[in-house]
């Protein structure tokens, strides 16, 4: 494996190093405060459209896709040190990249698993940013950890799917340019092998019988920017069987196929939320004095920046391996990996955000600093995408089974 990035890697990365400095951080405090004098909190602040209109206008667009009739074309281990920047300001970069979840997973569902027709009506318009899209995957009254679990019913019926049920935490849902939802729900609860029981379908926001019941809230934050977090319940919404996502009984596959990448761009994304945590505390460690000196000469907090940096150092090489492991043996041989970063990187990353709101006082716990936010971010993606109990589970057992 090869740490240098490659030339185009490199030609990308400054660009977007511009971008950032130049355009998203100056318009971090703008978008604060257009969302709070909007009248619908769910719609996207406007300086977020001329972001996006830059973004596109220097070619950094759709970097996250690596089927280059759709996307920048780019490897994992390319995408990776790009994500990582955007993760530094993740409420407005990865937006204003069009490279933000939930689309991400879903874009790629549809390039991978959608008939030309699909790719014409959902496809086309996520690729140019004028609609948003949901994936409908998580519900309240399942253990949705196990997916084997899912209660939503998806029934045919003549030329048409019906679906029933209730999920929640369906990032995305409340955007009022949010057309499209990918639902995951049961087309034969009975089928013996649990795993080809599920399917998904294309559903539209505005199908008679969906109703996007109320917004789920993340440690008291909406997410305002990506379309929050909601409560969906599906009353007999019918769609057309020519909605049908894949193939019938094929949902969990995909959704697995789903997960991988949107994992491994949370991680790189994580990373740049770290550095951005560091650059904060050490600003404040030199600027901020306490029982007489900068808060830099106190030794506990250099040991919270020291062993932030080895942490991050840590972090990059791992997530850097499996984005290459994925490039070269496919997601199934960066299994272990994908699970690995998938425990590790949250977990530090909330730790290291955490150290960085104790440096910052009640300063670090308010609006006048991110950090508060992107720990919250951090916490979550614990839990998101599978939680790290359900990894270790799946790793530990991989392991074991070296040694029968």
């Not at 490659?6 to 030609?11: G, L, Y």
């Not at 703008?30 to 001329?50: C, G, L, M, S």
């Not at 407005?92 to 879903?106: F, H, M, R, S, V």
Request: aromatic share 6%; proline share 6%.
């Amino acid at each position: 494996m090869d740490f240098a990035y490659d030339a185009r890697t490199e030609e990308l990365r400054a660009a977007l190093l511009a971008f950032m400095d130049e355009h998203v951080y100056p318009a971090e405090e703008r978008a604060r405060r257009q969302r709070e004098e909007q009248t619908d909190p769910w719609e996207t602040p406007p300086v977020v459209e001329e972001l996006k209109e830059e973004a596109r206008r220097r070619g950094l667009w759709n970097l996250f896709l690596p089927d280059p009739r759709y996307g920048a074309g780019l490897s994992n281990a390319q995408y990776a040190p790009l994500a990582e920047i955007t993760g530094r300001s993740p409420q407005l970069a990865p937006t204003a990249l069009n490279c933000a979840a939930p689309d991400t997973g879903n874009m790629e569902l549809l390039a991978e698993f959608g008939t030309a027709e699909q790719r014409e009506r959902w496809l086309e318009p996520l690729l140019a940013g004028r609609i948003r899209s949901a994936f409908a995957m998580t519900e309240p009254e399942v253990a949705s950890s196990d997916a084997t679990n899912i209660a939503t019913s998806i029934e045919r019926d003549g030329d048409a799917y019906v679906v029933t049920g209730r999920k929640w935490y369906i990032s995305g849902a409340l955007h009022p340019r949010c057309e499209i939802l990918i639902v995951m729900g049961k087309t034969d609860p009975h089928a013996a092998d649990v795993r080809r029981q599920q399917s998904m379908v294309l559903v539209p926001r505005d199908t008679p019988g969906v109703e996007i019941r109320r917004p789920m809230r993340v440690y008291g934050y909406e997410d305002h920017y990506h379309g929050g977090h909601a409560e969906v319940v599906f009353d007999r919404a019918r769609v057309p069987a020519a909605n049908l996502l894949g193939e019938e009984g094929g949902g969990f596959a995909i959704a697995q196929a789903r997960l991988g990448p949107g994992r491994i761009h949370h991680c790189m994304r994580l990373i740049g939320m770290a550095e951005r945590a560091i650059e904060l505390m050490c600003r404040r460690a030199l600027t901020r004095t306490a029982f007489g000196e900068p808060l830099a000469r106190q030794g506990v907090v250099r040991e919270w920046i020291a062993d932030a940096r080895v942490t991050v150092e840590q972090l990059r090489l791992l997530v850097l391996k499996t984005a290459w492991l994925m490039d070269t043996v496919g997601n199934k041989g960066a299994h272990t990996e994908i699970q690995a970063i998938k425990i590790a990187t949250p977990r530090a990353v909330a730790d290291i955000l955490d150290r960085a709101v104790q440096l910052h006082g009640a300063a670090g716990v308010g609006q006048d600093f991110p950090l508060a936010e992107l720990w919250a971010a951090a916490r979550t993606l614990r839990l998101a995408d599978g939680p790290d109990e359900v990894h270790q589970r799946s790793l530990a057992r991989r392991e074991l089974r070296r040694c029968t």
